[in-house]
Protein backbone atom coordinates (compact mmCIF):
# COMPACT_ATOMS: atom_id res chain seq x y z
CA UNK A 1 0.00 0.00 0.00
CA UNK A 2 1.37 3.59 -1.00
CA UNK A 3 2.11 5.51 2.15
CA UNK A 4 3.25 9.11 2.84
CA UNK A 5 4.65 9.86 6.41
CA UNK A 6 4.66 13.56 7.21
CA UNK A 7 7.19 15.07 9.72
CA UNK A 8 8.92 18.46 10.96
CA UNK A 9 5.70 20.45 11.93
CA UNK A 10 5.73 22.96 14.93
CA UNK A 11 5.81 26.00 16.75
CA UNK A 12 7.85 28.93 15.77
CA UNK A 13 7.80 32.74 16.24
CA UNK A 14 7.16 35.30 13.07
CA UNK A 15 10.04 35.00 10.98
CA UNK A 16 11.31 32.04 11.84
CA UNK A 17 11.72 28.34 10.03
CA UNK A 18 10.79 25.02 9.79
CA UNK A 19 11.05 22.05 7.39
CA UNK A 20 8.54 19.68 6.29
CA UNK A 21 9.40 16.52 5.21
CA UNK A 22 7.66 13.47 3.47
CA UNK A 23 8.55 10.02 3.08
CA UNK A 24 6.59 7.94 0.52
CA UNK A 25 6.52 4.17 0.29
CA UNK A 26 5.66 3.80 -3.28
CA UNK A 27 7.68 1.61 -6.27
CA UNK A 28 7.72 3.76 -8.52
CA UNK A 29 8.91 7.60 -7.49
CA UNK A 30 11.21 9.76 -9.74
CA UNK A 31 8.26 10.31 -12.47
CA UNK A 32 5.71 11.53 -10.13
CA UNK A 33 5.19 14.87 -9.46
CA UNK A 34 4.77 15.70 -5.94
CA UNK A 35 3.33 18.70 -3.80
CA UNK A 36 2.46 20.53 -0.49
CA UNK A 37 -1.00 22.14 0.04
CA UNK A 38 -2.34 23.64 3.60
CA UNK A 39 -5.72 24.04 4.93
CA UNK A 40 -6.32 25.96 7.51
CA UNK A 41 -9.85 26.02 9.64
CA UNK A 42 -12.79 27.09 7.31
CA UNK A 43 -10.25 27.53 4.71
CA UNK A 44 -10.19 25.46 1.38
CA UNK A 45 -7.16 23.19 0.84
CA UNK A 46 -4.35 25.35 -0.92
CA UNK A 47 -1.86 24.06 -3.59
CA UNK A 48 1.33 25.85 -1.69
CA UNK A 49 4.31 24.15 -4.08
CA UNK A 50 4.76 21.42 -6.61
CA UNK A 51 7.91 20.04 -7.98
CA UNK A 52 8.00 17.67 -11.05
CA UNK A 53 10.38 14.69 -11.40
CA UNK A 54 12.55 16.43 -13.29
CA UNK A 55 12.80 19.22 -10.56
CA UNK A 56 11.00 21.52 -11.72
CA UNK A 57 9.03 23.84 -9.50
CA UNK A 58 5.87 26.47 -8.58
CA UNK A 59 4.72 28.30 -5.83
CA UNK A 60 1.84 30.05 -4.79
CA UNK A 61 2.37 33.73 -4.88
CA UNK A 62 1.55 33.55 -1.19
CA UNK A 63 4.85 31.91 -0.23
CA UNK A 64 7.13 32.56 -3.26
CA UNK A 65 10.57 33.68 -2.36
CA UNK A 66 10.10 32.26 1.45
CA UNK A 67 9.24 28.56 0.68
CA UNK A 68 11.55 25.93 -1.11
CA UNK A 69 10.28 22.46 -2.18
CA UNK A 70 12.66 19.77 -3.16
CA UNK A 71 13.14 16.16 -3.39
CA UNK A 72 15.87 13.37 -3.25
CA UNK A 73 14.52 9.92 -5.95
CA UNK A 74 16.82 7.70 -4.08
CA UNK A 75 15.33 9.05 -0.75
CA UNK A 76 11.78 9.08 -1.77
CA UNK A 77 11.39 12.02 -0.03
CA UNK A 78 10.08 15.15 -0.39
CA UNK A 79 10.83 18.77 1.53
CA UNK A 80 9.04 21.95 1.82
CA UNK A 81 12.00 24.56 3.76
CA UNK A 82 9.81 27.20 4.42
CA UNK A 83 11.55 30.49 6.05
CA UNK A 84 9.77 33.76 7.15
CA UNK A 85 7.21 32.14 8.29
CA UNK A 86 3.94 34.38 9.10
CA UNK A 87 0.99 34.18 11.81
CA UNK A 88 -0.83 33.37 8.27
CA UNK A 89 1.11 30.47 7.16
CA UNK A 90 -0.57 28.75 10.60
CA UNK A 91 -2.28 25.75 9.42
CA UNK A 92 -2.02 21.64 8.61
CA UNK A 93 0.09 21.27 5.89
CA UNK A 94 -0.16 18.30 3.58
CA UNK A 95 1.64 16.43 1.31
CA UNK A 96 0.37 14.54 -2.27
CA UNK A 97 1.58 12.58 -4.65
CA UNK A 98 -0.93 11.05 -7.72
CA UNK A 99 0.44 6.93 -8.07
CA UNK A 100 0.44 5.40 -11.76
CA UNK A 101 -3.06 4.52 -11.66
CA UNK A 102 -4.26 7.81 -11.05
CA UNK A 103 -5.46 7.57 -7.08
CA UNK A 104 -4.31 10.29 -5.30
CA UNK A 105 -2.11 9.89 -1.85
CA UNK A 106 -2.11 12.07 0.75
CA UNK A 107 0.45 12.08 3.90
CA UNK A 108 -1.49 12.48 7.44
CA UNK A 109 -1.05 16.04 7.89
CA UNK A 110 1.53 17.82 10.13
CA UNK A 111 0.92 20.95 12.28
CA UNK A 112 2.55 24.60 11.28
CA UNK A 113 2.07 27.31 14.38
CA UNK A 114 3.29 30.33 13.77
CA UNK A 115 2.82 32.61 16.68
CA UNK A 116 4.79 34.66 19.28
Known amino acids: QVQLVESGGGLVQPGGSLRLSCAAS????????MDWYRQGPGKQRELVAT???????NYADSVKDRFTISRDNAKKTTWLQMNSLKPEDTTVYYCHLKGATGNDYWGQGTQVTVSS
Open 51 to 57: ITGAGNT
Open 26 to 33: VKIFSIRP
